[in-house]
Nanobody, 120 residues
Framework: VQLQASGGGLVQAGGSLRLSCAAS????????MGWYRQTPVGQRELVAM???????RYSDTVKGRFTISRDSATNTVYLQMNSLKPEDTAAYYC???????????????WGQGTQVTVSS
């Protein structure tokens, strides 16, 4: 399973960006898809997750500003980021928990990071 992320960039505080991540390759089933972020000096932290059952989870720091959505038909997950703050600056990583074959347990897959920089 390969994940291709896009949509990062430089934006002023208060602005918006939309990240996309498309999964491809040998995919039997994608269970959950989401986004993590990591700063050069910090640990990778969960930003938002979209579960296979339809639920979502957000970090407290982004609730009310970010919205995660997924398109199961295209195996794509999106992250709409509004009211961006300088502290949102980080590399954002797409994550998917997926199975490649019917008889294999799900594994964790990661896309390449996409940089989001918010200027004050």
């Amino acid at each position: 399973v390969q994940l291709q992320a896009s949509g990062g960039g430089l934006v002023q505080a208060g602005g918006s960006l939309r990240l996309s991540c498309a999964a491809s390759g040998n995919i039997f089933r994608i269970h959950d898809m989401g986004w993590y972020r990591q700063t050069p000096v910090g640990q990778r932290e969960l930003v938002a997750m979209a579960f296979s059952g339809g639920g979502t989870r957000y970090s407290d720091t982004v609730k009310g500003r970010f919205t995660i959505s997924r398109d199961s038909a295209t195996n794509t997950v999106y992250l709409q980021m509004n009211s961006l703050k300088p502290e949102d600056t980080a590399a954002y990583y797409c994550n998917a928990r997926a199975s490649s074959y019917i008889d294999t347990p799900p594994g964790d897959y990661w896309g390449q990071g996409t940089q989001v920089t918010v200027s004050s």
